[in-house]
């Protein structure tokens, strides 16, 4: 019982410590970058939904090509995530984010590629809202994903979330999205809800 108690704590100071940073990540590079052009509400709203598919993107390549990879240093926290599912100490190994200082390379490594993109495409009013909506993105994808390991209730729509990625620890070869599988359909791992895994 203790065990699993201090699993717990850890567990939610680490998930605790990469929410504030990825808002630090989002809302400091978005404030400045509006403060420095006019931004209108739809550049604010078309970068909002490019920011909250390219982290679905991200998460599942990220989860598929980095955290699957064989005798990879980024997979090897995430084989003790599949491999403590179910024991005491699951609650310590269940953010997808080891630190609070990969979350600021995962902004380094995507923001430089989007302002560069939206630079040459000439769309860098969308910057803004891209920063925030990958900091929706990484902060509600490590909630849920909290949520279904740790049995916790699950956002209206999502209860279907718990058995879809729950699937992905039986089979880890699939089903790399944890709770909205968009990339996992596009790329073929989900058929309208089927796995096209074996069961």
């Known amino acids: 019982m203790e065990t699993r108690e201090t699993a717990t704590r850890y567990g939610h100071s680490k998930k605790r410590n990469n929410a504030l940073a990825a808002i630090v990540c989002g809302v400091l590079p978005a404030a400045w970058l509006a403060m420095h052009a006019r931004i209108t509400w739809q550049e604010w709203l078309a970068g909002l939904i490019v920011g909250l598919i390219w982290g679905n993107a991200f998460e599942y390549t990220y989860h598929r090509w980095l955290l699957h990879r064989p005798r990879s240093p ?3 926290g995430h ?3 599949h491999a403590y599912t179910g024991t005491p100490q699951e609650a310590e190994h269940v953010a997808l984010i080891s630190s609070p200082l ?3 390379l995962l902004y380094i490594i ?3 590629p989007a302002l560069l993109i939206t630079r040459l495409t000439g769309i860098e009013g ?3 809202g891209v920063f925030v909506g990958w900091m929706l993105y990484v902060i509600l ?3 849920i ?3 279904i390991h ?3 209730r699950l956002p209206l729509g999502l209860q279907f979330a718990r058995a879809y990625h729950m699937r992905h620890h039986d089979t880890p070869n699939g089903r790399y999205n944890v709770f909205l599988p968009l990339f996992d359909f596009l790329l073929g791992n989900t058929q309208f809800g089927k796995s096209k895994l074996p069961v």
């Open 126 to 128: 969308i910057v803004p």
């Open 102 to 104: 990969n979350i600021v």
């Open 141 to 143: 994808t490590e909630e």
């Open 79 to 81: 084989h003790r995530h």
């Open 74 to 76: 980024l997979g090897a």
């Open 145 to 147: 994903h909290w949520r």
């Open 150 to 152: 740790m049995n916790g």
């Open 110 to 112: 995507n923001g430089l």
